[in-house]
Nanobody, 121 residues
Framework: QVQLVESGGGLVQAGGSLRLSCVASGSIFSINAMGWYRQAPGKQRELVAA???????NYADSVKGRFTISRDNAKNTVYLQMNSLKPEDTAVYYC???????????????WGQGTQVTVSS
């Protein structure tokens, strides 16, 4: 079975930084289009940053220059470094993988449990 387990959320002051981690567990052969989404109260879930299936990256305009997505393939881990945080970044952040291929299954649309990020003014 595959799990996406997030960590690193918390409470920070505006201008501070957080580093989110998402570990994909299981006998994983490949993962594609892995990234981060967020959902603030009363708003739709939106893409924050992601690796595309073609190997590039996508960022929401609101986080460009402040957030950086990275990965450690050996650890099946994706990170989101968030700098210069603003109160409007407050949301639940979700790890997502479009497709995960394991030794026994191909899984589409995998989500982590979400981790709360709160930025105080």
């Amino acid at each position: 079975q595959v799990q996406l387990v997030e960590s690193g959320g918390g409470l920070v002051q505006a201008g501070g930084s957080l580093r989110l981690s998402c570990v994909a567990s299981g006998s994983i052969f490949s993962i594609n289009a892995m990234g981060w989404y967020r959902q603030a109260p009363g708003k739709q879930r939106e893409l924050v940053a992601a690796f595309t299936s073609g190997g590039g990256t996508n960022y929401a305009d609101s986080v460009k220059g402040r957030f950086t997505i990275s990965r450690d393939n050996a650890k099946n881990t994706v990170y989101l470094q968030m700098n210069s945080l603003k109160p409007e970044d407050t949301a639940v952040y979700y790890c997502h993988a479009d497709r995960i291929v394991t030794m026994s299954a191909t899984i589409y649309g995998s989500w982590g449990q979400g981790t709360q990020v709160t930025v105080s003014s």
